[in-house]
T-cell receptor, first 113, second 109 residues
């Protein structure tokens, strides 16, 4: 059974804090992704990675960075959390094959106060 | 500006009837389309897809129709079941996935 796990289901942080969201996949997928989901906006791509130590900006990278030191792990970092980063964060991974192989984690709901 | 639009935030249908979920797009570079289903507290899961060279793809109770000239796709669920109640996202591929805003489907028993 394929698995994408995210370190936390719920997080509450203060404005200005540095926040780490961790994602691990056990499918040996090359590609990993971070999205945020907001009402009325759907899922928007923040960053993605095609390989270890490789990263590319998605549609809304401002205020975020990422780290991929190992193939199975992709971290999203909020350098200085702001209230407009309150959202549901979804990690995904897929093979280099079809888009149907993209699997999502359960999400982390982040509240920034 | 959103390149993939789902203009109906919600839809309610009776069990056994047809559910039709709609999606419009603006980018002519999109060449592949997918539908995802999302239950609360879970990540989206892949449901069905269609290539731009086709106009229909069927998988059991689920059928996706693509009208390229109108830049429109729709997902038909027949017959609808209460377990189909979820948020449905359409997504389009150019270089990466671009998602619509989702439609909450409620199937009433």
């Amino acid at each position: 059974d394929v698995k994408v796990t995210q370190s936390s289901r719920y997080l509450v942080k203060r404005t200005g804090e540095k926040v780490f969201l961790e994602c691990v996949q056990d499918m040996d997928h090359e590609n990993m992704f971070w999205y945020r989901q907001d009402p009325g906006l759907g899922l928007r791509l923040i960053y993605f990675s095609y390989d270890v130590k490789m990263k590319e900006k998605g549609d809304i990278p401002e205020g975020y960075s990422v780290s991929r030191e190992k193939k199975e792990r992709f971290s999203l970092i909020l350098e200085s959390a702001s209230t407009n980063q309150t959202s549901m964060y979804l990690c995904a991974s897929r093979t280099s094959g079809g888009w149907e192989t993209q699997y999502f984690g359960p999400g982390t709901r982040l509240l920034v106060l | 500006d959103q390149q993939v639009k789902q203009n109906s935030p919600s839809l309610s249908v009776q069990e056994g009837r047809i559910s039709i979920l709609n999606c419009d797009y603006t980018n002519s570079m999109f060449d592949y389309f997918l539908w995802y289903k999302k239950y609360p507290a879970e990540g989206p899961t892949f449901l069905i897809s269609i290539s731009s060279i086709k106009d229909k793809n069927e998988d059991g109770r689920f059928t996706v129709f693509l009208n390229k000239s109108a830049k429109h796709l729709s997902l038909h669920i027949v017959p609808s079941q209460p377990g189909d109640s979820a948020v449905y996202f359409c997504a389009a591929v150019a270089r990466q996935l671009t998602f619509g805003s989702g439609t909450q489907l409620t199937v009433l028993p």
